[in-house]
T-cell receptor, first 111, second 118 residues
Framework: GNSVTQMEGPVTLSEEAFLTINCTYT??????LFWYVQYPGEGLQLLLK?????DKGSNKGFEATYRKETTSFHLEKGSVQVSDSAVYFC??????????FGKGTSLLVTP | GAVVSQHPSWVICKSGTSVKIECRSL??????MFWYRQFPKQSLMLMAT?????????EQGVEKDKFLINHASLTLSTLTVTSAHPEDSSFYIC??????????????FGPGTRLLVL
């Protein structure tokens, strides 16, 4: 079935540093790919998505490009802020439309 | 738009009691709702898929008699944890897929319900 593998954290960065969180996928066909963010004590929020190969999703300075040749959907941000501290999940739908999530990557940004 | 609410957000109960969690899509109709469970510092694991007007489909290893799911309308699904025990303590999150959603369409997540069983 469809699955994602993402780098495990925790990741600790200084404010304004460059962020990359790796995510690779295994899938039948070319499903949509998602990044969700979970702030401490809260539920999930959709951060960005891409619906087809070569699409770039972007939001709040975060970007991810759907690359079928490398089966990847890495999350990047050029300059992180303290408020970006959260857990980030890569996800894709399974055959029943529910989402399969990666294990999550915890990001801590220090001033 | 596309807001999903959950109630309650927090519940503490005694071992052996049952707890009902509601998931509502506030401004759209959802043919399908999903229930996930998240243990501390872990990922979300799908428990079951809830379809309006039919029986829920449970993932392997999830006891259907313990986690009762009812999807009575296009805007409401409920999860009842029956005879709760401390090991059921977790963060329960629902999501709703819009009625018109095609495969891969964005799901909308509720804020989650934190259950603590003493």
């Amino acid at each position: 079935g469809n699955s994602v593998t993402q780098m495990e954290g925790p990741v600790t960065l200084s404010e304004e540093a460059f962020l990359t969180i790796n995510c690779t996928y295994t899938a039948t066909g070319y499903p949509s790919l998602f990044w969700y963010v979970q702030y401490p004590g809260e539920g999930l929020q959709l951060l960005l998505k891409a619906t087809k190969a070569d699409d770039k999703g972007s939001n709040k300075g975060f970007e991810a490009t759907y690359r079928k040749e490398t089966t990847s959907f890495h999350l990047e941000k050029g300059s992180v802020q303290v408020s970006d501290s959260a857990v980030y999940f890569c996800a894709l739908p399974n055959s029943g439309y529910a989402l399969n999530f990666g294990k999550g990557t915890s990001l801590l940004v220090t001033p | 738009g596309a807001v999903v609410s959950q109630h309650p957000s927090w519940v503490i109960c005694k071992s052996g009691t049952s707890v009902k969690i509601e998931c509502r899509s506030l401004d759209f109709q959802a043919t399908t709702m999903f229930w996930y469970r998240q243990f501390p510092k872990q990922s979300l694991m799908l428990m079951a898929t809830s379809n309006e007007g039919s029986k829920a489909t449970y993932e392997q290893g999830v006891e259907k008699d313990k986690f009762l799911i009812n999807h009575a309308s296009l805007t409401l699904s409920t999860l009842t944890v029956t005879s709760a025990h401390p090991e059921d303590s977790s963060f329960y999150i629902c999501s709703a897929r819009p009625h018109s959603g095609r495969a891969g369409e964005t799901q909308y997540f509720g804020p989650g319900t934190r259950l603590l069983v003493l």
